[in-house]
């Protein structure tokens, strides 16, 4: 049997293995690319502009994940947490009189001087108060341009003031006209230092402050709590056109969390039902895994992905795919791709040969709508491959023995 031509076959299908390697996208099957691959496509983006038909090429972050680069990303979730928020410099506002806000002026004449006295029954609805010189005036809501009237006093712009400033200056507007005058002003109805809670809460609603310096708790209590889980809630916190997000369970688990509300501020309770997404060689396969929403590490998001699958994943290939915060971390080289809101995407590489990473895992943070993808070993390409390679060869090799034995009988 002269076997040379086979030789030659299977020399030249040998001869493509390389290829078979660097191609495997389009000439074996896969769970998707490979490790080197993802490192390459990283290095360059192709963006086709539609428009024009233009190009721009521009890299893609590639960051590997180190107890560096974890620090800096929990360093960044603290310093969104609501105990960053500067508070104690505009508590003070709590007692500051503003537009729509409704007043009750009191004003007493030490006799026998009695100029209100006289000039109550002038005054639509005053109220003279027995035995003293005492006149209770209308009440007084504060215009959009901040001011109230009184008789001998005029006009006064009060907006910005607390109660004991408005009595100071009522004081000095009746100097010279009343006889040692005494006032009190006393806020009826609070509308301008107000907190609004909307959402997943039992009743919206809109929560005057108090000298009290209400907290993010105290307004959830006065919306009579929250519909759904408590571990499933996410708090947002408007203020000052800036938004600030933290879970339910942190803000009641941590006291520093649960703040003073400020006027104007806008609290939101949002069921959000987070989840990341394992793709690749991972042992649940294609499934988007769900989390609470106190989030959850590398570490824990590996464990609910069931691990890496045996004699398939590559473990130096473990990636989570992320749109990140342009201020996360500092990065490598200066981002290129950032998306109109501000974010760059990125690439982390969890190389699981090393065992320093096992550490980092455990504190890496997991975002809301992460993709965790765990790339194919190489060798298993190569046993797709060889595999391939044996249906051709075996078959070819059968009929050529069988064509023999016949030709020779």
């Not at 080197?36 to 721009?56: C, G, R």
């Amino acid at each position: 049997m002269d076997t040379k031509p086979y030789v030659t076959l299977l020399w030249l299908l040998l001869s493509l293995v390389p290829v078979g390697m660097t191609g495997c996208s389009g000439f074996l099957p896969s769970l998707g690319a490979s490790r080197s691959q993802i490192a390459q496509s990283a290095k360059k983006m192709q963006d086709a502009d539609s428009q024009n038909l233009s190009s721009v090429v521009a890299s893609i972050e590639i960051v590997d994940v180190n107890r560096g680069v974890t620090q800096q990303l929990l360093a960044q979730q603290h310093h969104d947490a609501f105990a960053s928020l500067q508070t104690a410099s505009r508590q003070l506002t709590i007692s500051h009189i503003g537009p729509g806000d409704i007043l009750e002026v009191t004003i007493w004449e030490t006799p026998p001087a009695a100029l209100f006295y006289q000039a109550a029954t002038a005054v639509d609805n005053a109220v003279m108060l027995p035995s003293v010189n005492a006149t209770r005036f209308p009440e007084q809501t504060v215009t959009s341009q901040g001011t109230i009237s009184l008789p001998f006093v005029g006009n006064i712009t009060v907006a910005g003031l607390t109660t004991q400033e408005i009595e100071k200056l009522i004081q000095h507007r009746l100097k010279g006209k009343a006889n040692a005058p005494q006032v009190m002003a006393r806020r009826l109805t609070n509308v301008s230092s107000t907190v609004t809670v909307v959402g997943e809460v039992n009743k919206s609603t809109i929560v005057p402050l108090t000298p009290r310096h209400e907290r993010i708790l105290d307004i959830l209590a006065a919306a009579e709590g929250v519909k759904q889980e408590i571990n499933k809630l996410t708090i947002q916190l408007t203020r000052g056109g800036q938004i600030h997000s933290m879970p339910l369970e942190n803000v009641i688990a941590d006291n520093s969390q649960n703040i003073a509300m400020q006027p104007g501020d806008v609290v939101t309770v949002l069921y959000q039902p987070l989840s990341f997404t394992a793709l690749g060689a991972s042992g649940l396969r294609n499934s988007e895994v769900a989390f609470e929403a106190k989030g959850i590490t590398l570490a824990q998001a590996l464990a609910r992905a069931g691990g890496l699958r045996d004699g398939e994943a590559d473990p130096k290939g473990v990636f989570i795919f992320r749109y990140e915060s342009a201020k996360a971390i500092q990065w490598p080289t200066a981002p290129t791709v950032m998306t109109p809101d501000g974010k760059v995407p990125v690439i982390y590489r969890i190389d699981l040969n090393q065992a320093s990473t096992f550490f980092a895992a455990q504190s890496f943070p997991i975002h809301d709508k992460d993709i965790l993808y765990v790339s194919t070993a190489p060798s298993v390409q190569l046993q797709k491959f060889l595999a391939l390679l044996s249906t051709v060869v075996s078959p070819a090799m059968s009929t050529t023995t069988q064509v023999h034995t016949i030709s020779r009988d």
